[in-house]
């Protein structure tokens, strides 16, 4: 929805389809959105027909336990009739900024799954220069009543290379509900620009290119959201990208998200960071982000002499993960099957359902084990599933351990 010219929705512009990404597990989704498109006539009303795709947008991810982060594209801008005019610079302009902003926060006051990026990537001026209009921008937007987290871009274009205890970002950001949080972007490639015209040169350049904020957060207590990073399908790019990402979950106490570039229907098959499938394949990036999003796995199997058996995998009730296609034998090694989500501390119910085969009604699906803490890989789990279903329990200790007694 931020790129191109015009208003017509899937001609001019691409309404993005969460449903892919949701049905893998991710529970951010940031929708960049042009700022000429929210609000054609600065200082009046929002558009409806976009407010509208925002909303069904917001409702799908929802719907799956997901927070939508809205993203005005305007690079520190904001046009009218045309002509840009620099926030920084322009008092009309930061006037109709703020406007803009305070309308948005009206538009999503009760919903508790939005957060509201401020702006993406200014660039014209320091940080110092654009943190007033920041505060005015963040006063605005929680006198309209909306309670949810604002992400502050930092300027020369979010670099996250530029942020360390010795470069930091600047005090200063008022929010009175204290629910503010530093947006940084970084991509793998060697001038950072996230165009990939030069290849990655080294597997460790995010986790150099990140190592500098994580310490400045930790140090001032304000946490990150790495609003974009991604990487090229190359070896050497997947790699890099997946050491980023564990540095990333190495970190919770430092980042509040990441999103990764660029998913949706527009981007060509030979865009370098393209992340919806080609010819219904998994791109290797995105196989990368979902290891992040489940690392949890199950090892199922099933009797040598059935071809294949079709089971749904439901924790407390809920499938969380896609149906499987089981063929591996219980005589040889078993088949992994990724549990989309990290589980909270206490006692959780697991099902494995067979609900389709191409063998006879007596086939059998076997688990022989999990990754999960506290779950051993034990005979009990052979108990077979004539009547289509193995449950077993999952028992997540919590901070201080435990869980008193056994799951039941």
């Given at each position: 929805?931020?790129?191109?010219?015009?208003?017509?929705?899937?001609?001019?512009?691409?309404?993005?389809?969460?449903?892919y990404?949701?049905q893998?597990?991710?529970?951010?989704?940031r929708?960049?959105?042009?700022?000429?498109?929210?609000?054609?006539?600065?200082g009046?009303?929002?558009?409806?027909?976009?407010l509208?795709?925002?909303r069904?947008i917001?409702?799908?991810?929802?719907?799956a336990?997901?927070?939508?982060?809205?993203?005005?594209?305007?690079?520190?801008?904001?046009?009218?009739?045309g002509?840009?005019?620099?926030?920084?610079?322009?008092q009309?302009?930061?006037?109709?900024y703020?406007?803009?902003?305070?309308?948005?926060?009206?538009a999503?006051?009760?919903?508790?799954?939005?957060a509201l990026?401020?702006?993406?990537?200014?660039?014209a001026?320091?940080?110092?220069?654009y943190?007033p209009?920041?505060?005015?921008?963040?006063?605005?937007?929680?006198?309209?009543?909306?309670h949810?987290?604002?992400?502050v871009?930092?300027?020369?274009?979010?670099?996250?290379?530029?942020?360390?205890?010795a470069r930091?970002?600047?005090?200063?950001?008022?929010?009175?509900?204290?629910?503010?949080?530093?947006?940084?972007?970084?991509?793998?490639?060697?001038?950072?620009?996230?165009?990939y015209?030069?290849?990655?040169l080294?597997?460790?350049?995010?986790?150099?290119?990140?190592?500098?904020?994580i310490?400045w957060?930790r140090?001032?207590?304000?946490?990150?959201?790495?609003?974009?990073?991604?990487?090229?399908a190359?070896?050497?790019?997947?790699?890099?990208?997946a050491n980023?990402?564990?540095?990333?979950?190495?970190?919770?106490?430092?980042?509040?998200g990441?999103?990764?570039w660029?998913?949706?229907?527009?981007?060509?098959?030979?865009y370098p960071?393209?992340?919806?499938?080609?010819?219904?394949?998994?791109?290797?990036?995105?196989?990368?982000?979902?290891?992040?999003?489940?690392?949890?796995q199950v090892?199922?199997a099933?009797?040598?002499?059935?071809?294949?058996?079709?089971?749904?995998?439901?924790?407390?009730?809920?499938?969380?993960?896609?149906?499987?296609?089981v063929?591996?034998?219980?005589l040889?090694?078993?088949?992994a099957?990724?549990?989309?989500?990290?589980?909270?501390?206490?006692?959780?119910?697991?099902?494995?359902?067979?609900?389709?085969?191409?063998?006879?009604?007596a086939?059998r699906?076997?688990?022989?084990?999990?990754t999960w803490?506290?779950?051993?890989n034990?005979?009990?789990?052979?108990?077979?599933?004539?009547?289509?279903?193995?449950?077993?329990?999952?028992r997540i200790?919590?901070k201080?351990?435990?869980?008193?007694?056994?799951?039941?």
């Amino acid at each position: 929805m931020e790129f191109g010219r015009g208003m017509k929705a899937q001609t001019n512009y691409a309404v993005p389809d969460p449903a892919y990404y949701l049905q893998h597990g991710v529970q951010l989704v940031r929708v960049p959105v042009q700022i000429d498109r929210l609000v054609p006539d600065p200082g009046h009303e929002l558009n409806v027909a976009v407010l509208q795709e925002l909303r069904g947008i917001v409702a799908a991810d929802t719907a799956a336990g997901a927070i939508t982060v809205v993203d005005p594209h305007g690079y520190g801008y904001m046009n009218k009739d045309g002509h840009p005019r620099d926030i920084l610079t322009d008092q009309s302009g930061r006037a109709d900024y703020v406007d803009l902003m305070r309308r948005l926060g009206q538009a999503f006051a009760g919903d508790g799954h939005v957060a509201l990026g401020l702006m993406n990537e200014p660039h014209a001026g320091g940080d110092p220069a654009y943190i007033p209009i920041w505060n005015d921008a963040i006063a605005a937007i929680r006198q309209s009543g909306f309670h949810g987290t604002v992400l502050v871009p930092h300027a020369h274009w979010s670099a996250a290379s530029d942020i360390s205890p010795a470069r930091p970002f600047p005090d200063g950001i008022v929010d009175l509900q204290r629910n503010w949080v530093l947006e940084l972007h970084s991509y793998l490639d060697p001038d950072g620009t996230g165009t990939y015209r030069q290849a990655v040169l080294s597997p460790d350049i995010g986790v150099s290119r990140l190592a500098g904020a994580i310490a400045w957060s930790r140090q001032s207590h304000i946490r990150i959201f790495l609003g974009e990073t991604g990487g090229p399908a190359s070896p050497i790019g997947v790699t890099a990208l997946a050491n980023m990402f564990s540095q990333v979950a190495a970190a919770p106490d430092v980042f509040w998200g990441v999103a990764l570039w660029g998913a949706g229907p527009w981007w060509k098959p030979n865009y370098p960071m393209r992340l919806d499938p080609i010819d219904h394949v998994m791109r290797p990036q995105m196989a990368v982000l979902e290891h992040q999003i489940a690392p949890e796995q199950v090892y199922l199997a099933t009797d040598p002499d059935v071809p294949e058996v079709v089971v749904t995998i439901r924790l407390d009730g809920r499938a969380v993960a896609d149906d499987a296609h089981v063929q591996a034998s219980r005589l040889q090694g078993p088949q992994a099957v990724p549990v989309m989500g990290t589980l909270p501390p206490g006692c959780h119910v697991m099902q494995v359902v067979v609900h389709q085969s191409n063998a006879s009604n007596a086939a059998r699906i076997y688990l022989v084990g999990s990754t999960w803490k506290d779950r051993r890989n034990s005979d009990d789990a052979f108990a077979g599933s004539n009547n289509g279903n193995i449950t077993f329990h999952v028992r997540i200790p919590g901070k201080d351990d435990v869980i008193n007694g056994a799951c039941h």
